[in-house]
Structure formats: structure tokens, C-alpha cells
């Protein structure tokens, strides 16, 4: 097992410095100077000139680069081209809010998702199966800012149920986080369903059928915790995507 790991992690370095060499491009690659968008539209050559020295612009690419591994080893995110906080401290700010939306979106998603794709593979091919497809392909499908736009419409400005703006209590959190939870909730289903699909047909759940075991003892205890393993996975990727995202 050690030596496994050993590989694996050396493994990763080499990709990890491939990835840092990508990022590192794609930030350079982008449009427009750091020191004039810093130094603002008034500002003289001389001005943008310092800011440019300060920040390591007018060094050799290589130079930059072993630089930017650094602080990226350090955590050093250097400051924020638009009002010249550090980055880390702009993020520190941030990120509770955008986690705290995140998990309660992800749990939305898993709430509606994992017993919509159950009730679907369990109704396989019955008229309940192709509505819950039709609601996972509408909720992949649909703008989330459109749905954001009609909940708080219908919850907040005529029925006055939820709050439409502000996050100081858990009301402020329902309606955003069904908003992002829904394409979620639409793949979570998805993937629950083609899983549970996949162990119903196998061998030891016709064994259990055979012995008369409960339909509900089946579902629950034989199919569903082993088709649960790729919805896990989907649910990680989901969270990441809704982490970026929040």
C-alpha cells in the first residue's frame, strides 16, 4: 500500500507542475496590462512603470514564472488588480458565504436528486420514469438565472414567503440555493437512476428477490448502497462546480 501511494504522489508532482505552467500562460495569455488597469486611466507612464516594476512585470518570463511558483507554494496570491487588497484576504472574506451556499445548494441536490433517480429506475420505463427525465433533462437544460428570476418573482414578490435579497438568516439561503441546486439535482438523478439500473439487473438482487426478501429491503440495502458509488463521485464534482460558481 505504501509503495503505492509513494508512486502516486510522485506521479502527481509532474502534473501539478504541468497545471502550474498552463495557469501561468493562461493568465499572461489574457488581454490587457495589470499596470495600467491598477494604475487607472488618468495615471502618467512614470506611475504605470512603478506599478510594473512592483509587480515583477518587467523581468524575463522565467524569472516570473519561478516567481509565481513560489507564492503559490506560500499561499501567496498577491493583491487584487482592482482595489490592491491581498487575495487571500479578499477570499478569506468570501468564502464562508460562497461554502455555506454551496453545501446547502449540494444538499438540495441530493435531496431532490437521489430519491428521483431511485423512484425512476424503481418505475423503470413507466410514465413516472419518463417524467422524472423530463424534469432532470428540463432542470440541466434551463438558465439558472432564469429559474433564480421566477422563484423569487413568485416566493418573494407575490406570494411573500421568502426574502429576495440579503443572507443574515437560513430563509436567505432557500431560494439561491434551489436555484444552483437544480441543474445538480437534474445530474444526481441522472446518475442515480442509470446506477441503480445497472445493480438491479445484477445476479445477487435476483437472489434476493428469490428468497422473498422485501422490495424495500432490496432497494435500500442491496441496490442503492452499491450504486451509490458513482453518485458520489458525481456529488463531488458537483460541489466543486457549485464552490466555483456560489
Request: hydrophobic residues 55%.
Amino acid at each position: 500500500m505504501l509503495p503505492y501511494l509513494a508512486k502516486r504522489i510522485m506521479l502527481a508532482f509532474p502534473v501539478l507542475l504541468g497545471v502550474s505552467v498552463v495557469v501561468f500562460v493562461m493568465i499572461r495569455l489574457i488581454p490587457g496590462d495589470p499596470a495600467e488597469l491598477m494604475a487607472g486611466q488618468a495615471a502618467t507612464e512614470e506611475v504605470v512603470r512603478g506599478i510594473r516594476e512592483s509587480l515583477g512585470l518587467d523581468r524575463p518570463v522565467i524569472v516570473q514564472y519561478a516567481v509565481f511558483l513560489r507564492n503559490t507554494l506560500r499561499a501567496d496570491l498577491g493583491k487584487s488588480l482592482f482595489n490592491g487588497a491581498p487575495v487571500t484576504e479578499e477570499l478569506a472574506q468570501r468564502l464562508p458565504r460562497t461554502a455555506r451556499l454551496a453545501l446547502a445548494s449540494i444538499v438540495v441536490a441530493i435531496l431532490i436528486g437521489v430519491p428521483a433517480g431511485i423512484l425512476s429506475a424503481t418505475r423503470h420505463l413507466s410514465w413516472v420514469d419518463s417524467a422524472v427525465m423530463v424534469l432532470a433533462l428540463a432542470g440541466v437544460s434551463m438558465p439558472i438565472f432564469w429559474l433564480g428570476l421566477n422563484l423569487i418573482l413568485v416566493f418573494a414578490v407575490r406570494l411573500h414567503w421568502l426574502p429576495a435579497i440579503g443572507h443574515e438568516t437560513w430563509k436567505h439561503l432557500i431560494l439561491p440555493s434551489f436555484t444552483l441546486g437544480a441543474a445538480s439535482a437534474a445530474i444526481i438523478a441522472r446518475m442515480t437512476r442509470s446506477a441503480m439500473l445497472e445493480v438491479l439487473r445484477q445476479d445477487y438482487v435476483r437472489t434476493a428477490r428469490a428468497k422473498g426478501v422485501a422490495e424495500q429491503t432490496v432497494i435500500g440495502r442491496h441496490a442503492l448502497r452499491n450504486a451509490l458509488i458513482p453518485v458520489v463521485t458525481v456529488v463531488g464534482l458537483q460541489l466543486g462546480t457549485l464552490l466555483s460558481g456560489a
